[in-house]
């Protein structure tokens, strides 16, 4: 079983920036695409971004476009999240996720590893 290993949140004040990283235990990072969910205080995990296993395709929630960048490194098996412009709404623990498939998806149903969340608290 791959594990998932997030770090890189934080506190950060409101118009900050944090970079998220997520580490795979496996060289089956690379067939797989990758996603960063989130769970904000007292509501339920929501879906952030993804990247396919090349990095030629992501997808964005509308929250967040333009503000969130994901990228990869198949060399190293991890994949980024950089958090620009953040919101105090952007508050979460944010997983990182492997998808069953090398294609993108938003639905938490398509991945089956997942890290153990790394908190990200945006203050006003």
């Known amino acids: 079983q791959v594990q998932l290993v997030e770090s890189g949140g934080g506190l950060v004040q409101a118009g900050g920036s944090l970079r998220l990283s997520c580490a795979a235990s496996?060289?089956?990072?690379?067939?797989?695409?990758m996603g960063w969910f989130r769970q904000p205080p007292g509501k339920e995990r929501e879906f952030v971004v993804v990247?396919?296993?090349?990095?030629?395709?992501?997808n964005h929630a509308d929250s967040v476009k333009g503000r969130f960048t994901i990228s990869r490194d198949n060399a190293k098996n991890t994949v980024y999240l950089q958090m620009n412009s953040l919101k105090p709404e952007d508050t979460a623990v944010y997983y990182c996720?492997?998808?069953?498939?090398?294609?993108?998806?938003?639905?938490?149903?398509?991945?089956?590893?997942w890290g153990q969340g790394t908190q990200v608290t945006v203050s006003s």
């Open positions: 496996e060289g089956t990072f690379r067939d797989k695409a």
């Open positions: 990247i396919s296993k090349n990095g030629g395709g992501t």
């Open positions: 996720a492997m998808s069953r498939y090398g294609w993108g998806s938003s639905r938490s149903d398509d991945y089956d590893a």
